[in-house]
């Protein structure tokens, strides 16, 4: 490490910072690689939030563009900033599990369309991040590598199923990283690690090389410490990819400059929507969730913005609509792994059998539980009932967005509706658990984007809170503006952003 | 249990079928990914993460299958729905990659159809269909051990080049009131789909290769009592041959499990509603699958495709390419071209009449095209065992040779030894003739000379002729036809000949 980068953190510095800074020569990208996989070795023993760790390429990559950039060869904005990959995304090369036993040990010989992108924007890939097995969960209990532990409080859950991914931000890990959001596992994770996540529009990036959940809800999305970190982010995402048939075909929206321009704390004319079905008002809310919430609408006020009460009475029916699309598409898209092609293989005497199994031992019971309620959901006599019904009510979630829109550029609510809980609390209550999503879920029915961010620590715990931002399909941008706007009044009060007040790790030696 | 034969059965009971018939297209790439589509290449060399299946893969439609569907079900004349989707049919077998296949199920692109199938003796019969729609195939498996099957092998392996090949299925609508004539209809109806698909120049219908298979669904129910509606009679138990691959062996099946079904009612035993086995060598059907064991495929709509919404104007436009249905083409060309019902019927075998149709578009007599193709070139397609349409040759290249032949330029002779050097790659026919330096020989002075030649050695001809055996002159003929290694023309000569003999010829 050269001496001027020695007296800096950078690991605590913002990902457009690093990337300021590489451009101006004050770092090289191996120094910040090296940081950030000394810190990884400091911290992530007892946080875990990553599943695998690519040293090598990461600094090979870092070597790549320090010399590149000495050449004076024009680079992406984030050319050398390091990131974290979540284990749903297959990385040509790179072990790729989500989270599960079944697959082991397999190395994908392609990569995902957005791991394509992260290289060719040249940012280092430091690893892949925990998760639930195949992103069913809201904690990361149900990795079947064991629970990532929130950084603000080791004994519990950071959020799932993409803990790893907010926990490594959160542990200062990693400056930015990938999420994937089927019911709010980049929102839900980032409101209680205290970091930034966004579920784009449906389509607005490509899910081919993603490993599938349920494919009409899955969004892959950026997570970051800021917004305008996740917005440099979600630029390098996005885009129409002629790979994946759902894919929109249309720029990616200008959420960069949106990022800059609600920093300047000017909502005027803004129209904000609280959702009354979201926002705790019937009760069930945490009291330090639902007083910084109120709080935050204050500060959306404060800079302009007129705060308006909407009604969406089909969320009531959506939590329960979800629970039977979600586990009926993953019933299929879970059924490759069969042991015939790649993963787990556990022989017995047929095909049959040995497909029993490796299903048998290579799943969790969380995976189990879904596979057999969606078996059962699409089941011939059962079909109308259930799926069916499903789809009426999602369209009728949609039909209330639409309806809601119709009078306010965004929607907000609390991103979940308790600070996070302890490890093991909820994980023999599967509908205690699912309930943590009841404020994430209807986006991915609707196929809208969603934001959270920090709204500050709730007071009777002293954990994070998270504010969530819903805009119209395609109206990225809103998210980002609305929400560098919040970002910006808060950091205000607290002199920077609330990251920064994690509790300090216990660094091994 | 007395076995009755078909005749007898049909004498006893009304048959009633329908039939699945499944298309494998001949687009390029397959139906969901970039991997080639092409028969016979070493296993697992045209697979990709997509076809594979492997985790986070994922399907984009193949346009031009798109566009072959719609027009295999405008010939059928079916309506295209405006908006059709995809679905997932799931259940786990080692050769479909994904355990399940995309297909599609309630909202098929092609619907209600119907087709005109003309029997030998010239009766039509109009085949209603219920719907064509699209889908891929799955891999292959090969058994290693034991009896080949999959009970009793010691390993099996599984070839995924067929996996998400693009295939439409299309499926008729039960066909009633055919009697002892059902084997032959359902004949004639598979004939008819591959002539179809093969003159749409979607697939290479060819049956022995499974670019074209069928299965078969047949059941026997009593025949009505007089002055009731047959109509109101309800079906029997129906058997489901799966993948017979042969235009004898649609016939031979339907004609098997006719007998099969009416032997058992007429025994009093019940018909067992399943999926039979066909086997050729034998003949006969098997017992599959039953329908209490039958799986729940747990369709629902593929959630990672887009509904296909093919826009009306492309549909009309596709509808204007739409060739001419197989017999009433035939009936037309058998007209215009003077052939008898012997001849076309040899061409239609030999897979020639586009060939032909070509060649006499060309400018040449059909006759002509006719004896080319289906002589000359049909022997050498034979001896390489290609297809004629294989050849090296085109409808135009036998054109320009039969235009040779027209203008004397070459005789039959030389012609076939033109024919020779274009299979060879030599050239144009033209270019072989002037290369090989084929062309008659009608330069009166050296045929006057070779003629005379051929009188010195032969003196005894000219006196002959003179006397009334005009015959005599084809002896010279011969003479000088040897002499200018067949160059000469041969009408010419004659003439010479007769002139020296002071006769007219």
């Known amino acids: 490490m050269s001496e001027t980068s020695s007296l800096t953190d950078w690991t605590r510095a913002t990902a457009a910072r690093m990337a300021d800074a590489l451009a101006a020569g004050e770092v090289t990208s191996v120094e910040l690689v090296q940081a950030h996989l000394d810190r990884i070795a400091a911290v992530d023993g007892p946080v875990h939030a990553f599943l695998h760790i690519d040293a090598e390429g990461a600094l090979e990559t870092a070597r790549a563009?320090?010399?590149?950039?000495?050449?004076?060869?024009?680079?992406?904005?984030?050319?050398?900033?390091?990131?974290?990959?979540?284990?749903?995304?297959?990385?040509?090369?790179?072990?790729?599990?989500?989270?599960?036993?079944?697959?082991?040990?397999?190395?994908?010989?392609?990569?995902a369309t957005v791991t394509r992108r992260v290289r060719e924007a040249r940012m280092p890939i430091l690893g892949k991040t925990n998760m639930d097995e195949f992103a069913m969960g809201s904690s990361t209990e149900h990795s079947g590598y064991g629970p990532t532990h929130n950084p603000w409080d080791l004994s519990r859950i950071p959020g799932g199923s993409g803990g790893g991914s907010a926990a490594a931000l959160a542990a200062f890990e990693a400056p930015l990283t990938i999420g994937s959001d089927t019911g709010g596992s980049i929102r839900q994770p980032a409101s209680v690690t205290a970091t930034v996540g966004v579920k784009p529009t449906y389509g607005g990036v490509s899910r081919f090389g993603a490993i599938a959940l349920a494919s009409s809800l899955d969004q892959l999305g950026p997570c970051g410490r800021t917004v305008l970190d996740t917005a440099l982010l979600h630029e390098v995402m996005g885009g129409h990819d002629e790979m994946d048939a759902t894919s929109l075909d249309e720029p990616v929206p200008a959420v960069v400059s949106a990022a800059l321009e609600g920093a300047a704390m000017d909502l005027t004319g803004v129209k904000v929507g609280v959702v009354r079905e979201l926002s705790g008002a019937d009760g069930g809310y945490q009291a330090g969730v639902t007083q910084r919430f109120e709080e935050s609408l204050a500060r959306l006020r404060d800079m302009g913005a007129e705060v308006v009460e909407v009604s969406c009475p089909s969320f009531e029916y959506a939590l329960a609509a979800y629970y039977v699309i979600l586990p009926s598409e993953a019933s299929s898209n879970l059924a490759k792994f069969d042991s015939v092609r790649f993963g787990l293989r556990v022989e017995?005497?047929?095909?049959?059998?040995?497909?029993?199994?490796?299903?048998?031992?290579?799943?969790?019971?969380?995976?189990?539980?879904?596979?057999?309620?969606?078996?059962?959901?699409?089941?011939?006599?059962?079909?109308?009932?259930?799926?069916?019904?499903?789809?009426?009510?999602?369209?009728?979630?949609?039909?209330?967005?639409?309806?809601?829109?119709?009078?306010?550029?965004?929607?907000?609510?609390?991103?979940?509706?308790?600070?996070?809980?302890?490890?093991?609390?909820?994980?023999?209550?599967p509908l205690a658990m699912y309930l943590n999503d009841i404020a994430t879920i209807p986006a991915n029915l609707a196929g809208i984007p969603g934001m959270s961010l920090p709204s500050g620590l709730a007071p009777e715990d002293g954990l994070p809170v998270g504010f969530q931002i819903l805009a119209p399909a395609h109206e990225d941008a809103r998210l980002y503006r609305i929400g560098a706007a919040l970002e910006a009044s808060l950091a205000a009060e607290w002199g920077g952003p609330l990251s920064a007040q994690a509790p300090e790790l216990e660094v091994a030696q | 249990m007395t076995t009755m034969t078909y005749e007898q059965a049909m004498e006893e009971f009304d048959p009633v079928f329908g039939i699945e018939v499944h298309v494998e297209l001949n687009t390029k790439t397959k139906m969901f990914c970039g991997c080639a589509n092409e028969f016979g290449a070493e296993p697992n060399t045209q697979v990709c993460p997509v076809c594979l299946g492997l985790p986070g893969a994922m399907p984009v439609t193949n346009?031009?299958?798109?566009?072959?569907?719609?027009?295999?079900?405008?010939?059928?004349?079916?309506?295209?729905?405006?908006?059709?989707?995809?679905?997932?049919?799931?259940?786990?077998?080692?050769?479909?990659?994904?355990?399940?296949?995309?297909?599609?199920?309630?909202?098929?692109?092609?619907?209600?159809?119907?087709?005109?199938?003309?029997?030998?003796?010239?009766?039509?019969?109009?085949?209603?269909?219920?719907?064509?729609?699209?889908?891929?195939?799955?891999?292959?498996?090969?058994?290693?051990?034991?009896?080949?099957?999959?009970q009793g092998a010691d390993y099996s392996l599984v070839d995924y080049n067929r996996g998400g090949v693009p295939l439409v299925e299309i499926v008729t609508k039960p066909i009633t009131g055919m009697g002892d004539r059902t084997a032959e209809v359902a004949r004639a109806y598979v004939a008819t789909i591959r002539d179809i698909v093969r003159g749409l120049g979607i697939s290479d219908g060819r049956m022995e290769q499974g670019?074209?298979?069928?299965?078969?669904?047949?059941?026997?129910?009593?025949?009505?009592?007089?002055?009731?509606?047959?109509?109101?009679?309800?079906?029997?138990?129906?058997?489901?041959?799966?993948?017979?691959?042969?235009?004898?062996?649609?016939?031979?099946?339907?004609?098997?499990?006719?007998?099969?079904?009416?032997?058992?009612?007429?025994?009093?035993?019940?018909?067992?509603?399943?999926?039979?086995?066909?086997?050729?060598?034998?003949?006969?059907?098997?017992?599959?699958?039953?329908?209490?064991?039958?799986?729940?495929?747990?369709?629902?709509?593929?959630?990672?495709?887009?509904?296909?919404?093919?826009?009306?104007?492309?549909?009309?436009?596709?509808?204007?390419?739409?060739?001419?249905?197989?017999?009433?083409?035939?009936?037309?060309?058998?007209?215009?071209?003077?052939?008898?019902?012997?001849?076309?019927?040899?061409?239609?075998?030999?897979?020639?009449?586009?060939?032909?149709?070509?060649?006499?578009?060309?400018?040449?007599?059909?006759?002509?095209?006719r004896k080319w193709w289906m002589g000359e070139l049909s022997r050498v397609a034979n001896d390489r065992e290609v297809a004629l349409a294989a050849l090296p040759v085109t409808p135009a290249g036998i054109a320009e040779l039969q235009g040779l032949i027209d203008s004397g330029k070459i005789n039959d002779k030389l012609a076939r030894q033109a024919l020779e050097g274009v299979l060879a790659g030599e050239?144009?026919?033209?270019?072989?003739?002037?290369?090989?330096?084929?062309?008659?020989?009608?330069?009166?002075?050296?045929?006057?000379?070779?003629?005379?030649?051929?009188?010195?050695?032969?003196?005894?001809?000219?006196?002959?002729?003179?006397?009334?055996k005009v015959q005599a002159a084809g002896a010279i003929v011969g003479a000088v036809m040897k002499a200018t290694r067949g160059q000469a023309d041969a009408g010419r000569v004659r003439e010479i000949i007769l002139q020296r003999a002071g006769v007219e010829g």
């Open chain 1, 348 to 429: 017995r005497s047929t095909v049959e059998k040995t497909m029993l199994a490796t299903r048998a031992e290579g799943f969790g019971d969380e995976v189990k539980r879904r596979i057999i309620l969606g078996t059962y959901a699409l089941s011939a006599g059962y079909y109308d009932a259930y799926y069916g019904s499903a789809q009426k009510v999602r369209t009728l979630v949609q039909r209330d967005f639409d309806a809601a829109f119709a009078q306010c550029d965004v929607l907000v609510s609390p991103t979940t509706p308790t600070t996070p809980f302890k490890i093991g609390e909820r994980i023999d209550d």
């Open chain 2, 63 to 150: 346009q031009k299958a798109v566009e072959s569907a719609i027009r295999l079900g405008l010939a059928l004349g079916c309506s295209i729905r405006e908006s059709s989707r995809f679905a997932r049919k799931n259940y786990f077998y080692p050769d479909l990659s994904k355990d399940y296949q995309i297909s599609q199920y309630d909202e098929p692109t092609c619907y209600e159809g119907s087709l005109d199938v003309v029997l030998d003796d010239g009766t039509v019969v109009t085949v209603a269909i219920e719907r064509a729609h699209m889908e891929e195939d799955a891999g292959k498996n090969t058994h290693v051990g034991g009896s080949g099957g999959i």
């Open chain 2, 427 to 468: 050239g144009s026919p033209s270019e072989v003739v002037a290369s090989r330096g084929l062309e008659v020989v009608s330069d009166d002075s050296a045929l006057e000379k070779a003629v005379d030649d051929a009188l010195a050695a032969q003196p005894d001809v000219l006196a002959k002729i003179q006397d009334g």
């Open chain 2, 211 to 369: 670019s074209v298979r069928a299965d078969v669904n047949l059941s026997l129910r009593p025949k009505g009592v007089a002055g009731e509606s047959q109509d109101d009679v309800p079906f029997g138990k129906r058997s489901e041959t799966k993948n017979v691959n042969s235009l004898r062996a649609i016939e031979r099946a339907v004609r098997f499990e006719a007998s099969r079904q009416a032997s058992l009612l007429l025994a009093g035993k019940p018909v067992v509603q399943e999926t039979r086995h066909w086997h050729e060598d034998t003949s006969s059907t098997t017992p599959g699958r039953s329908k209490e064991e039958a799986e729940d495929y747990r369709y629902f709509p593929e959630p990672d495709l887009l509904p296909v919404e093919p826009a009306r104007e492309w549909v009309e436009e596709l509808r204007g390419t739409i060739p001419e249905h197989p017999a009433k083409m035939r009936a037309r060309l058998r007209e215009e071209w003077g052939f008898s019902d012997l001849e076309m019927r040899d061409a239609v075998a030999a897979d020639a009449l586009d060939l032909i149709a070509s060649t006499v578009a060309a400018g040449t007599s059909a006759q002509a095209a």
């Open chain 1, 65 to 111: 563009v320090d010399a590149d950039r000495a050449a004076g060869v024009s680079l992406p904005r984030l050319a050398g900033v390091p990131i974290g990959i979540k284990d749903v995304l297959v990385t040509k090369g790179l072990p790729t599990t989500a989270g599960s036993r079944i697959l082991e040990g397999w190395i994908p010989p392609y990569d």
